[in-house]
């Protein structure tokens, strides 16, 4: 497994990474002279590092509270090789085979291959850490361990490990790597006329609570505290069947779903919310829902459409961020009604805001956000503060993107958006002209480009891809720059605003950004919304 990129170092060198391989991106950015240009961007990287994990990234995930003595943190990832690399949802429950989850440490120093996770289910399809690490019902994640880790398997099982920390230094298992010996603490599976477990999201108010959504379009929970794990003669966990079941009726794949946050711990009604309800999105619905496990029927009933809709996160406990697919398999053409002027603005601006007010009981998009590169968004991850949050984008044309966001409420039509900058993703790179393309071709590159904030960034509102073609899938031999995964690190004691990303060519990407910045930022997206807001 070797990959080809420019590695932008003292020399600017073409390097091929191997397996495990790290390196660190140079961040600033120079003219023909060698003279550092100044940088346009709002937002300042402070470390920029890669690695090289060895296949398309569909799952990543930061281990949200661990205490160490260096501050780091812990970044779980799935990497995958063929047959299982381009995340077919029709393969999944039948996949079989041995399958590996690795366990990265970030800290100042860098970044280290902690060790891997050796399972029998093919591929996993996502992975999250419990934000909790005391769990009722289920062994609890003692001080020396990482933290609880949900794995959706490719043979339909989900799993919950406790992941521990490297105890050795002796390798025990091939490249040169420690397999972690993690302890299954619950094991789940849904009806087989469900499909399998497409994603996940833990609840961080009523600790134990997993939802997942399933290839064959529903909505499943299982509250761990509840439920008795029986265990049989070999010291296996016996799989247990989902507390909760919300069949959507046809809505297709459920690829996004995420528990409603809590914007007022205090409030009985805003926790009971946060406990109870969780926004989903699927192939065939006009928008995201929201779902209430305490009764069998969503909050909002919308028209179906023909929007693929990839991409969910929480921007507060009233708005969420929802990411589409605009490439050909979207069908924006012949949709009635509603969803025809949604899929119509879909295709300039794949990133909508939508406000979920319980109190005026109606669910309307009111930001409609252009994402630079313009392309099917693969994944919405947000940082949540005391006001505006953060939110992360990763599209299929290679584009890692960030803008600030709050809560606006259902009357402002059209607000003050604040639009998403680049700050990382992957171009193709001409080696024999020594320079990245403007535009990536639609053939698998031979090469990448690391994009940073200040060099090679994508305007807004231009197409990476020829408008006459589209990226064709890559292979093992021959990844594209897709980038599929992003997350922000979060947890009690996360001063730094840390940013991992992850796609299709196999490249871990861990970014560090400049905390003055980020909070020049959301102060200034706060003063221009705050009348909207208030």
């Known amino acids: 497994s070797v990959v080809a990129a420019r590695a932008r170092d003292a020399h600017a060198t073409t390097v091929a990474l191997e397996l495990f391989e790290r390196v660190d991106v140079r961040i600033d950015a120079r003219d023909t002279h060698g003279a550092e240009t100044p940088s346009t961007s709002t937002f300042d990287v402070d470390v920029d590092r890669v690695a090289y994990v060895g296949g398309a990234v569909w799952a990543l995930d930061w281990c949200a509270s661990v205490a160490t003595g260096d501050d780091a943190g812990f970044l779980a990832v799935d990497a995958r090789a063929e047959p299982h690399r381009a995340h ?15 366990i990265w440490r970030s800290s100042d120093d860098g970044l280290e291959l902690e060790g891997v996770i050796v399972h029998d289910g093919g591929c996993v399809s996502d992975v999250r850490w419990s934000p909790c690490r005391e769990i009722a019902g289920m062994e609890r994640v003692g001080e020396e361990d990482v933290g609880a880790l949900a794995a959706s398997r490719g043979d339909g099982i989900v799993d919950v490990w406790i992941v521990p920390r490297r105890a050795s230094t002796v390798v025990s298992g091939g490249h040169g790597v420690h397999v972690l010996p993690v302890k299954c603490a619950f094991r789940g599976k849904i009806p087989r006329e469900l499909g399998a477990v497409l994603c996940l999201d833990w609840n961080a108010a009523a600790p134990g609570r997993l939802a997942a959504g399933t290839t064959g379009g529903a909505v499943v929970v299982w509250d761990i505290s509840t439920i008795l794990s029986a265990v049989d003669r070999k010291g296996d966990v016996d799989p247990a069947y989902p507390t909760f079941v919300h069949d959507l009726g046809g809505a297709g794949p459920v690829r996004a779903i995420a528990w409603r946050p809590s914007d007022d711990e205090e409030n009985a009604y805003c926790r009971t919310l946060s406990q109870h309800q969780c926004a989903c999105a699927s192939d065939f619905t006009a928008q995201p829902i929201v779902i209430d496990v305490r009764y069998q029927s969503t909050c909002y009933d919308r028209a179906r459409g023909q929007c693929i809709v990839p991409a969910l996160a929480w921007v507060c406990a009233r708005d969420y961020v929802a ?114 393309l403007e535009r990536n071709p639609v053939e698998p590159p031979k090469c990448f480009d690391f994009v940073t904030s200040r060099r090679n960034v994508v305007q807004s509102g231009d197409e990476l891809y020829p408008r006459e073609g589209y990226a064709k899938p890559g292979s093992s031999d021959a990844p594209t720059t897709a980038q599929h995964c992003v997350r922000w690190r979060r947890g009690p004691s996360d001063a730094a605003w840390w940013l991992a990303s992850a796609g299709d060519a196999g490249f871990l990407r861990v970014q560090r950004f400049n905390r003055a910045t980020m909070q020049d930022a959301l102060d200034e997206h706060d003063r221009r919304n705050w009348a909207h807001s208030a």
């Not at 393969?91 to 085979?97: D, E, K, N, V």
């Not at 949709?335 to 603005?345: I, R, V």
């Open 323 to 436: 990411g589409f697919d605009v490439g050909d398999r979207s069908a924006a053409n012949g949709a009635p009604g509603e969803t025809q002027k949604l899929t119509a603005a879909t295709a300039k601006s794949p990133v909508h805001q939508f406000c979920h007010d319980c109190h005026e009981c109606q669910q309307t998009a009111i930001t409609y956000i252009d994402v630079p590169g313009r392309s099917a968004v693969w994944c919405l991850d947000v940082r949540r503060t005391s006001g505006s949050a953060m939110v992360a984008c990763a599209t299929a044309n290679g584009v890692v993107c960030v803008k600030p966001a709050r809560h606006l409420p259902l009357r402002v039509r059209k607000p003050k958006a604040h639009p998403f900058e680049v700050c990382a993703g992957l171009k193709a790179y001409d080696v024999e002209a020594d320079k990245a």
């Open 88 to 102: 077919a949802t029709e393969a999944l429950g039948r996949c079989r085979g041995d399958g590996v989850v690795q």
